[in-house]
Each structure stands twice: as structure tokens, then as C-alpha cells.
């Protein structure tokens, strides 16, 4: 790392130039700074990892002892280094939840076929029930179910969907037609996530809903979608029991998808090129969907973890990072691995929190800031820990200056770019640039802009509301030839096991670029820790506050 630290150390050096001895006290100066920062390193951020993504921890799922182990090490850890219980006295926030687990034993009959559970179908309720059913549902089609005024786009403009199961195709016609003035184009609205089509399913008055899958939309396989919405799904306690929900959702890949199109006498193809060009929904004749849905329902309380290094002199202030603690646990009813161990997703960046912590925590002088670390809960079923956090916030929202989040770290080594996931929300992107510039990169957008990838971490509910939140990560362009030939191995092996059982640690893995990416954090956390400045939503942010 380059001597300079910009202006923070640039700021320190000047001031201990002047021979200042009383300010001296107050201020880290430029070889503090850059002791912290050189003080996140690859063997701290392995240790961490290779713990919390052990089998030990049993793929850290809410409610279970996998749960307890983590919020039990990350205690000791901030603990150890100073940080403060963040919730009063406590480092622990309860968030009350509830668990559904539908029966594999179902089948979904269309047309007079049986379709299975796992390969051809994942069906579930999120209703607080022991049991749901669909009974000769008549099926409609509509479209990419958007109710969108701003768009002027309605899919279900003068449709009757009650008691009806409607089926709805996954992201937005931004991306079907990669038309740039059509919603956002090849970027994923929130329109196009699939929490979003179940929500506007209910709304409607439907009585099921059932997503189409087909990987280059929705930007993940179908065996995301086998392995993250089968076993207990996680959700929040409420007293109407989610009553105001279809009483079935679920998704069927492309395949059924296409026979059961036909079975309509449509074509799949072509319903799909209509659906992208305006409002649309199309009869599907007399197909009816029949599927009971039995039911485990367990209340639970899992916990949001929360420490703090208070500010030295306006504590009351903060910058937040987060990260999700939580992965898929393990799956008793699979021959062979079981263990859903989540290293990657997001073992990675629950270590970074305590890497970057710490960091601060070197620092002789304290910000005059509060530093506050959040591992959050049960992201994996729809970021409910960030969004019960955001419900029921510790620290209020008009104190807190930035969200700083951290998930499923770069592990294939460094990269000349730092890509930014929501570039041009806020003026939070300032200050990575600077912190990027004096390693050498440079930022770069999201990579992957039709995944909806902002709409899909835990700074979301902070950015809902009205926190300037940043989510970013080491880029696409590698920062070497060795570099390069390592990720054409290993890109693909990660692809594979995201959400699967072989998301575990590996020696192959090389963690130089996530060091650099935790440097960079640190670097904008430090600067907004001790400056009189609150980042800005740009103007065109939809989350401008």
C-alpha cells in the first residue's frame, strides 16, 4: 500500500506538521491510519472464514445450534477487541420469526400430468398454516405480473384473478427486450424480483402464483431454486397468520413451463415476445393447477448481532456495516454432503466485518464516530433480519451517516476495477472512488445489472430507508495474467456451488482482492467517521431522502 492515504493522511501529516502537540493527541496521524489499514491481512480473513463455514457450524441457519456457534464467535471476537454490546447491554437484537416447511411429499397437477417436487417444481406457502391447497385453479397468464403506474404498465389491467393461479414470468420486459428506455433497461427493477410478483399476485386477490424459471433472467440455475425455497422457510410473526398472501406460490422451470403452454395451445416463445411489448395476460384455456401443501409451522426468535465502538465525541452518530451471518444449514434428507456451509455466501463477509472492526479498533485515537458492526439475520429467506432491523432500528435512521455492506467476498484474487453494485446512488461512490484510486483501480458499474443484484443484500432495507447504503465488490478485470488463469478455473466452480453444498473453503482460493476491497471500506468508514458531512442520495435516486 502506497504511503498516502489521500486526504485523511494528508489532513494527519499537516496537522502534526505544525507542531500542534494538543491536536496531535486528538487525531490518528498518517502512520496510525495506515497501521489499521495494513492491519486487515489474507490469514486473519482465512481463520475467520474456514471457522464460521466449518461443519461445526452446520451451515449456520436461523434457530439452530449452527446459529448459537456464530453469535457465540462473533461475540468473543468484537468483544476481545473493544467493541461494545450495540442493543443497550446487549450485542443481540430478537427478531421474532416463524418457520414453514412444506411437505416434498406433493405433487402439482396440470392438465392431468404430475409434476415433482424438486426437479420439475417447487411449490410452498407462506401462509402460517399446516395446510394449503390449490383444488382446479383455473390458470391465467400475465405476462411479467406488473402493476406499474410510473411505467404505465399494468399486467393485470382489466383481469379478475380471484381464486385463479396466476403464472408470471421472472425479471422485467427491461431485460426481455434490452430496450434502455423500457423500465431500466437490461438493469432488474424491483419489478422484476420474484418477491415483488408474489406480493402483486396477492394484491390481486389471486389464489396461487407460480414463477416461471429460466436461468439467463432470473441469473441463477434452477438448482438455486431446488436447494433455497425447499426446507423451512423463514418469515415474520404476524397476527393476520399472512392470511392477505396467495395460498400457494411457487416456481416451475422452463421446461414444464413450455408443455404446459402447449397444453393451452399457445406458444411459449411467442406469449413471452408479447408479454415484453406492453400490458399483457393471455387466457390459458382450461388448464387447472391442483396441489395440497402440508405444512410444518415452528415459531422461533433468531437474532440480528450488533457491537459498537462508541465515537469519541458524537457517539450518537454512526457508520453501519453489515453482513449476513446466515446460510441454508443443512439438509438431513440428502445422500452424501448435507451441510450447506456457505463459506463464499457469506462466511466471507461475516469474517470481514471482525477484520475491519478490528481495524478500527487499532486505531490509538478513537473516531469521533461510532463504529457499529451488524451481522444480520435470515438474508437467505428474504433479507428479513436487515428489513426488521430497518422495522425496528436500534440506531435511528437520522443518525446514522452510511451503510457499508459486505457479501459473498471475492476470493479469486485482485482486480483492476471495483465494481459497484447501484453506481450513482450516492455520494458514497466519492469516497470509494478516492479510496480505490490510491490502490491503483478504478470503479467500475454492476456487471451483472440484470440480476437485480441491489435490490438483493441487506443495504437494500437501509437504502429503503433513506440511509445512503453501499454495496461493492473487486470487479471483472483481473489484475494479472496469473490472476486471470485462476479465475477461468475457478469462476465456474464458484458459480456452480452458490447455494449448494460445495460453497465450502478452498485452498485454491486467493483472498488478496477481498483484502484490498476491506482496505477500501475501511478507508471510507474512517473518513466518514471524522468528518462533519452526511453522503447525499444522487437526485435521480428512487431513495433520496
Not at 48 to 61: M, N, V
Not at 455 to 474: E, Q, T, V
Request: aromatic share 10%; charged share 20%; with cysteine.
Amino acid at each position: 500500500m502506497k504511503n498516502s492515504l489521500a486526504f485523511t493522511l494528508l489532513t494527519s501529516a499537516v496537522l502534526l506538521g505544525c507542531g500542534a502537540e494538543d491536536t496531535a493527541k486528538k487525531t490518528n496521524n498518517a502512520a496510525d491510519v495506515t497501521a489499521s489499514y495494513n492491519s486487515i491481512n489474507k490469514e486473519q480473513l482465512t481463520k475467520h472464514i474456514k471457522t464460521l463455514a466449518s461443519d461445526e457450524f452446520e451451515g449456520r441457519a436461523p434457530s439452530t445450534k449452527g446459529e448459537e456457534l456464530t453469535l457465540d464467535y462473533l461475540t468473543k471476537q468484537l468483544t476481545a477487541i473493544g467493541f461494545k454490546p450495540g442493543n443497550g447491554d446487549s450485542f443481540l437484537q430478537p427478531v421474532p420469526m416463524v418457520s414453514i416447511e412444506a411437505s416434498s411429499d406433493m405433487a402439482l397437477t396440470i392438465g392431468g400430468k404430475d409434476y415433482k417436487y424438486g426437479p420439475d417444481m417447487v411449490m410452498g406457502s407462506s401462509r402460517i398454516s399446516d395446510f394449503e391447497q390449490l383444488k382446479d385453479s383455473e390458470l391465467v397468464f400475465v405476462g411479467y405480473g406488473v402493476n406499474a403506474p410510473e411505467y404505465q404498465w399494468n399486467d393485470y389491467e382489466g383481469l379478475d384473478v380471484e381464486g385463479k393461479t396466476v403464472v408470471i414470468l421472472v425479471n422485467d420486459p427491461g431485460f426481455a427486450t434490452q430496450d434502455p428506455a423500457l423500465f431500466n433497461g437490461n438493469a432488474m427493477t424491483y419489478y422484476g424480483r420474484w418477491t415483488y410478483k408474489y406480493e402483486e399476485a396477492s394484491r390481486q386477490g389471486a389464489e396461487g402464483a407460480i414463477i416461471i424459471h429460466e436461468t439467463a433472467p432470473a441469473s441463477y440455475g434452477w438448482s438455486v431454486v431446488e436447494h433455497s425455497w425447499t426446507g423451512p422457510q423463514f418469515g415474520f410473526v404476524r397476527e393476520d397468520l399472512n392470511k392477505d398472501r396467495v395460498a400457494v406460490e411457487g416456481w416451475v422451470n422452463s421446461d414444464v413451463a413450455k408443455e404446459l403452454f402447449a397444453n393451452a395451445g399457445l406458444s411459449f416463445e411467442q406469449e413471452k415476445a408479447k408479454a415484453s411489448k406492453g400490458s399483457y395476460h393471455a387466457d390459458m384455456g382450461d388448464l387447472t393447477a391442483s396441489v395440497a401443501v402440508k405444512n410444518t409451522v415452528k415459531k422461533s426468535t433468531s437474532y440480528n448481532f450488533i457491537a459498537t465502538l462508541p465515537g469519541r465525541t458524537t457517539p450518537d452518530e454512526h457508520i453501519i456495516y453489515t453482513a449476513h451471518w446466515d446460510h441454508l444449514g443443512k439438509d438431513t434428507s440428502k445422500d452424501g454432503d448435507q451441510i450447506y456451509n456457505g463459506a463464499v455466501d457469506n462466511a466471507s463477509g461475516t469474517a470481514a466485518l471482525i477484520e475491519v472492526a478490528e481495524a478500527f479498533s487499532k486505531l490509538p485515537v478513537t473516531p469521533e464516530r461510532s463504529i457499529t458492526i451488524m451481522a444480520v439475520t435470515a438474508e437467505e429467506q428474504g433479507l428479513l433480519g436487515s428489513k426488521f432491523y430497518a422495522a425496528n432500528p436500534v440506531i435511528p435512521a437520522a443518525k446514522t451517516v452510511a451503510n457499508i455492506n459486505m457479501d459473498a467476498l471475492n476470493v479469486n484474487g485482485r482486480s483492476k476495477d471495483v465494481s459497484v453494485y447501484g453506481l450513482g446512488q450516492s455520494q458514497l461512490d466519492d469516497y470509494l472512488t478516492a479510496a480505490a484510486k490510491k490502490q491503483g483501480r478504478v470503479i467500475s458499474g454492476d456487471p451483472r445489472p440484470a440480476a437485480g443484484i441491489y435490490y438483493r443484500s441487506d443495504h437494500f432495507a437501509f437504502a429503503n430507508i433513506g440511509i445512503p447504503a453501499l454495496y461493492a465488490k473487486s470487479g471483472k478485470a483481473p489484475v494479472d495474467e496469473a490472476t486471470k488463469a485462476l479465475r477461468v478455473i475457478l469462476d465456474p466452480i464458484l458459480a456452480k456451488c452458490y447455494h449448494n453444498a460445495c460453497d465450502e473453503y478452498s485452498e485454491q482460493w486467493d483472498l488478496s482482492g477481498a483484502v484490498e476491497d476491506m482496505q477500501a471500506f475501511f478507508e471510507v468508514g474512517y473518513e466518514l467517521s471524522h468528518q462533519n458531512v452526511w453522503p447525499q442520495w444522487s437526485e435521480t435516486s428512487e431513495f433520496k431522502r
